[in-house]
């Protein structure tokens, strides 16, 4: 009887556990696309880079920016120098 109620048990939370991780990756997959870079720069201040190895071409900026080719790819229009950075500050 032990044994069978533990696995009932241990079933439970195997399929209850992949429902709620299938569902935190699917929202994980759709990054935000931010209106203007004022709200970006709300979140992330030194803006959204595509990749670490991109520099500033627009000059000297006071913060470093947030790295994610997702986010930067749904926001790449704010990016108006084209250098892989946008809305760096």
Do not use: W
């Amino acid at each position: 009887m032990k044994k069978i109620l533990s696995v009932i048990i241990s079933a439970g939370l195997v399929i209850g556990l992949s429902f709620g991780y299938a569902n935190k990756t699917e929202a994980a997959a759709k990054p935000k696309v931010y209106k203007n870079c004022t709200e970006i720069n709300k979140v992330y201040k030194g803006g959204i880079a595509k990749s670490s190895k991109v520099k500033n071409k627009g000059g000297k900026t006071k913060y470093k920016p947030f790295v994610s080719k997702a986010l930067y790819d749904a926001n790449r229009s704010k990016d108006r120098d084209k250098d892989g950075i946008a809305c760096e500050r």
